[in-house]
């Protein structure tokens, strides 16, 4: 990755190529990172490390926490809820992964907290 290149212009790259199939998909940039809409539901954001933020089904939380996902937080302590977590970037080497993450997201669009 080059000097000019961040870890979430990186990631988000990866983002839109596994949308291109998708209608109704928009990017919002919002703190820092890139939000991916999808029928104006946030899907997935890439953060400002390279840091995948998912939207869930609460009903799987516990399931996806134990695949690789971590508590999304906002700010430094407070926890963003059943319905939010954190992959981290090292988890997304792998773009079948990155795919699964996206279809989680995609997914949670049917099952609101």
Known sequence: MTDTVSA?????ERLR????????????RMFGGVSFMVDDHMAVAADRVGDLLVRTNPDEYDDLLRRSGVTALMGKEKPMGRGWLV???QQLDDDAELAYWVGVGIDSRTARS
Do not use: G, K, T
């Open 8 to 12: 979430r212009d990186v990631l988000s």
């Open 17 to 28: 190529d596994l949308f291109v199939s998708h209608q109704n998909v928009r990017e919002v």
């Open 87 to 89: 992959v981290p970037r």
